[in-house]
């Protein structure tokens, strides 16, 4: 793991919504994928899809059973009933489409660096050469409070400080929300309500907020909006755009598309729940394909542990026969990996994994 200091970026950023909005009719060769890693694109309804794991948080204990499920079966879950404003979600969305409606020279004063990611960016990851995501997306920090920089949010000529009230409610609340799926988690365990909680450092977690943007792709059969990986920390709450389609996750060896349900959110297992609990939960793998026709918004919240408690496996999941997977290390640590070496697959967390052979996991 390189633990040198992210401070440029390698090239010169070039914004993909200008790219796109230039109306040229082929992609970049920066962003053309290898044949192996090229999405299909076919519109047919998939079977797999139409199993996706729902969960509802208004229907008491029932949902304890079907996380538990969910996490084994697929990583990923959708949970409708999570008692968050559709209002809010609404306002949330129209503040990060005004913000990419911006003029350029607007949004490139947020222009962000690799340092902290904080800000307006295209790339994630600082390798030369690297193959480009067909997407630019906004991040900021929520959590902790020390990290948390209103200054660098932006500012909307048409309501200012409202839109900076507006992203920190919908935090707030999408935070209160992870605060509930950790403890439905905790219990799909067969563990201790607060024991995931505790082990995420208890009050001091982190919690950070990315809006994508995807702009239309002239040839999405050739680019990815954003390239396959796993999410770093703990869980993602996702809002994805149930009229645009994007989504997908690795199921075995297909990649599925997501049909999100209307007002839903989507919650996506992360690489420290995977560390935590030895693997019996493991992070999903997905990526964004492009579209042709339609810009696509999403925002993901991404909720992790205190970045300097150590993460490994929990003693109630370790076993003789199942010993510990994964080597202690802090969050902090972890990060570096992705802010170096940016979407990679599940590759960052499998190469933590100790050299023994898991025939069962
Ligand atoms: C992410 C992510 C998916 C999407 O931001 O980590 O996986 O639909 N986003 O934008
Ligand atoms: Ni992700």
Aim: charged share 25%; net charge negative; hydrophobic share 40%.
């Amino acid at each position: 793991m390189g633990s040198a200091q992210l401070v440029e970026w390698p090239e010169p950023i070039v914004r993909v919504q200008a790219l796109s909005e230039s109306g040229l009719a082929a992609v970049p060769a920066s962003y053309i994928r290898p044949q192996a890693e090229l999405p299909s694109l076919s519109t047919g309804v998939d079977a797999a899809a139409a199993s996706i794991p729902v969960v509802d948080l208004g229907a008491g204990g029932a949902a304890v059973a079907e996380v538990a499920e969910a996490c084994r079966e697929w990583g990923f879950f959708q949970v409708i009933n999570h008692g968050v404003d559709p209002g809010l979600v609404e306002r949330a969305v129209e503040v990060w489409r005004e913000f990419f409606r911006l003029p350029l020279e607007a949004k490139q004063a947020y222009a962000n660096s690799p340092a902290t990611y904080e800000g307006y960016g295209s790339r994630l990851g600082v390798d030369k050469g690297a193959i480009l995501d067909w997407g630019d997306y906004f991040f900021l920090y929520l959590l902790p409070e020390k990290f948390k920089n209103q200054e660098k949010w932006p500012v909307l000529p048409t309501n200012h400080q409202q839109s900076k009230e507006t992203v920190q409610e919908y935090g707030d609340e999408l935070v209160k929300l992870c605060k509930r799926l950790m403890k439905l988690l905790s219990l799909s365990l067969g563990l201790d309500v607060d024991r995931l909680p505790a082990a995420f450092g208890g009050d001091d977690v982190g919690a950070t907020l990315r809006a994508n943007y995807y702009p239309k792709c002239p040839q999405p059969e050739l680019a990815l909006g954003l390239s396959a990986h796993s999410d770093p920390g703990g869980i993602t709450v996702l809002l994805a755009d149930d009229a645009v389609k994007g989504l997908q996750i690795r199921k075995g060896d297909r990649w599925v598309t997501v049909q999100p349900l209307p007002g839903a959110f989507i919650v996506i297992i992360g690489d420290q729940i995977q560390i935590l609990t030895n693997a019996v939960y493991k992070s999903l793998e997905h990526r964004v394909v492009a579209n042709a026709e339609k810009e696509r918004l999403s925002l993901a919240l991404f909720y992790s542990p205190k970045s300097d408690e150590v993460m490994a496996p929990m003693e109630e999941l370790v076993t003789a026969e199942r010993p510990a997977m994964y080597p202690p290390m802090t969050f902090d640590e972890y990060r570096l990996f992705v802010r170096s070496e940016g979407p990679k697959g599940k590759s960052q967390v499998k190469s933590l994994q100790k050299n023994h052979t898991y025939v069962r996991c």
